[in-house]
């Protein structure tokens, strides 16, 4: 089997993969949007090997793999970046719930020192 | 047949209190606004107007606003529940209509602007393919005859309240709502209603979003039908 075939193998792999997990309630489809670009994205290039040969020639790379490495590095680096962003929203998240709990539990102290019953 | 009006909103400062002077007009006063996180005064103008507002700390979307007003209804035990926006599209006038559906014994009652004789509303041109693709899919997976699968106006009985208070689908949920009723054995209906045109600010669905919005929903739907049907999400 050449490398290609086996590319188009794994990309197909990941999607019915990540079909799984919306299906699953594991992912939703907001996060799973950029994913399921990036697989189509891959699928396409892999079928159609001499457009992604003569991108990566235009760009100044001798060897189609020294492009794609280049690329999954990147990749990798930008979603890292995102992942980074989308924790400290979380993190911001926990912290407004954790002060609104503090500050509704006082409430309910409050009124329960001022209604006993 | 105890009824709540619940009320998602998100920076509608300037059409809030128009909406619920309209809904007091016509005799509701069972009424919460939930904010979804707005950044304006919504939720200051609603409160001031009298309604309880139920405060998200921070935006979650329509899906999750929804589910957090059946959730209070059903907390409160009431017996219907109508989803009206407040943006001011949906017309109170039609409430009553779409609390027959739930009197005749239908779990959810949709509100359907292509039902109605006199409808003049139009939206844009992407958005009225999207409704036409998905009332043909609805019809074709769930065996629901829907015209209009994206209208929020909507009437909610006892066992819709049940069945959403516990799963809800999120952003964009009215059509994979519909077909997860349909899923879980609810009757579901439709009735004419008229809708008008935004009293002021900008719809959160765009024309790019109206293309993800339709490949999300699409997929959503579909992967819906692979689920077990009614089991609650978490």
């Known amino acids: ?117 | 047949m105890r009824t709540l009006i619940i009320i998602p909103a998100l920076n509608e400062e300037n059409n809030i209190v128009r909406t619920l002077e309209e809904l007091r007009l016509h005799g509701f006063e069972d009424i919460v606004v939930i904010d979804d996180g707005s950044s304006d005064q919504t939720a200051f103008k609603a409160a001031e107007a009298g309604v309880k507002v139920l405060k998200l700390p921070f935006n979650l979307g329509i899906g999750a606003a929804v589910q957090t007003g059946l959730s209070f209804a059903k907390r409160c035990g009431y017996d219907a529940v109508v989803r009206i926006d407040s943006d001011g599209q949906h017309d109170p006038a039609f409430i009553r209509d779409l609390l027959s559906g739930i009197g005749q014994g239908h779990d959810l009652v949709i509100g359907s602007r292509f039902l109605h004789p006199d409808s003049q509303y139009r939206s844009s041109f992407v958005r009225r393919i999207g409704i036409h693709f998905f009332s043909w899919l609805i019809s074709s997976l769930a065996g629901a005859r829907v015209s209009d699968p994206t209208s929020g106006f909507q009437a909610f009985g006892e066992k819709a309240v049940e069945l959403f208070s516990a799963v809800y689908p999120t952003d964009f949920p009215e059509p994979e709502a519909t077909v997860l009723a349909k899923r879980a054995g609810l009757s579901v209906c439709e009735v004419p209603v008229k809708m008008r045109s935004r009293m002021s600010g900008v719809s959160s669905i765009r024309y790019l979003r109206t293309l993800y919005y339709m490949v999300k929903v699409t997929l959503a739907i579909l992967l819906d039908m692979m689920k077990p049907a009614g089991r609650p999400r978490g």
């Open chain 1, 1 to 117: 089997m050449q490398a290609g075939q086996i590319t188009i193998v794994l990309f197909c792999v990941l999607i019915i993969l990540i079909l799984d997990l919306i299906r699953r309630e594991k992912l939703s489809f907001k996060y799973a949007f950029g994913w399921f670009c990036g697989c189509f994205l891959g699928l396409a290039l892999a079928v159609f090997q001499d457009v992604l040969r003569a991108f990566s020639r235009m760009l100044g790379f001798v060897l189609m793999s020294n492009f794609i490495f280049f690329v999954c590095v990147f990749a990798a680096i930008f979603l890292g970046l995102l992942l980074t962003v989308f924790m400290y929203q979380q993190q911001r998240r926990n912290d407004i719930m954790a002060q609104r709990i503090a500050l509704l539990q006082e409430e309910i102290e409050s009124l329960k020192s001022h209604n006993p019953k």
